[in-house]
C-alpha cells in the first residue's frame, strides 16, 4: 500500500514569507498526487494535482508544487505567504493499482505571522 | 449548484446507540468515500463504494457500516461497537472513467459521544 509522509506537523511563516510544505510518498511508481486545503471544521478543497503531464504543477491562490520522482517528493511551495493562507494543508497520493484510492498524509498546519 | 452535502453538521450520540451520517451528492459521480479525520492523523478511510448497490471496506471498518442503493447516497452508520467514535467525519466523491479528476468533499460532520 501507499503511504504519504508529510514533514513538520507545523509550519510557521512571516506574511510575505516563501510557504514551503514537504511530502514524501513511498512508491516507486509515480501515482496522482494531490495537495488539499481545510479551513477550521471544513471540508477538504483541492490546491493541485500531478497527473503525469507535467513535473511543475500550478495551481489555485499562487500555490505550485514540483514531482521530483528520483527523490519521491512532491513539495507544496508559494513565493509570498498571505495570512488568508492559514490552514490545514493534506499532501495525498493515490493508490498504485487502484486509482480510486487514495491514501492522505496527516497534515500540516500552516500559521502565518503578521 | 452541484456539490456534496452531509448532515448534520454537528451529532451527538449517547453511549451505544447507533447513529446514521447523511452524504448526498448531485455529481453524477459513480465512487463515494467516507473517511475519518483525527487531528494529528490525516484522513482514514472508512468504506469506498464504486458502484451503486457495491462497497468495500477500507482501512478502519469495524464498528461502522454503509449502503449504496442509490448512486446519489452513501450514508454512513456509526454502531454501537466503534469504541471510539468522536471525530469529524468527511465524504467524498469522484468520477472515474471520464478522465481523472480529484475527489470533491463534503463539509463534514462532527461527531460527539457524550
Known amino acids: 500500500a501507499q503511504s504519504v509522509t508529510q514533514l513538520g506537523s507545523h509550519v510557521s511563516v512571516s506574511e510575505g514569507a516563501l510557504v514551503l510544505l514537504r511530502c514524501n510518498y513511498s512508491s516507486s511508481v509515480p501515482p496522482y498526487l494531490f495537495w488539499y486545503v481545510q479551513y477550521p471544521n471544513q471540508g477538504l478543497q483541492l490546491l493541485l494535482k500531478y497527473t503525469s503531464a507535467a513535473t511543475l504543477v500550478k495551481g489555485i491562490n499562487g500555490f505550485e508544487a514540483e514531482f521530483k520522482k528520483s527523490e519521491t517528493s512532491f513539495h507544496l511551495t508559494k513565493p509570498s505567504a498571505h495570512m488568508s493562507d492559514a490552514a490545514e494543508y493534506f499532501c495525498?497520493?493515490?493508490?498504485?493499482?487502484?486509482?480510486?484510492?487514495?491514501?492522505f498524509g496527516s497534515g500540516t498546519k500552516l500559521n502565518v505571522k503578521p | 449548484d452541484g456539490g456534496i452535502t452531509q448532515s448534520p453538521k454537528y451529532l451527538f450520540r449517547k453511549e451505544g446507540q447507533n447513529v446514521t451520517l447523511s452524504c448526498e451528492q448531485n455529481l453524477n459521480h459513480d465512487a463515494m468515500y467516507w473517511y475519518r479525520q483525527d487531528p494529528g492523523q490525516g484522513l482514514r478511510l472508512i468504506y469506498y463504494s464504486q458502484i451503486v448497490n457495491d462497497f468495500q471496506k477500507g482501512d478502519i471498518a469495524e464498528g461502522y457500516s454503509v449502503s449504496r442503493e442509490k448512486k446519489e447516497s452513501f450514508p454512513l452508520t456509526v454502531t454501537s461497537a466503534q469504541k471510539n467514535p468522536t471525530a469529524f467525519y468527511l465524504c467524498a466523491s469522484i468520477s472515474p472513467g471520464q478522465g481523472f479528476t480529484e475527489a470533491f468533499f463534503g463539509q463534514g460532520t462532527r461527531l460527539t459521544v457524550v
Open positions: 495525498a497520493v493515490s493508490d498504485t493499482y487502484n486509482f480510486n484510492k487514495f491514501y
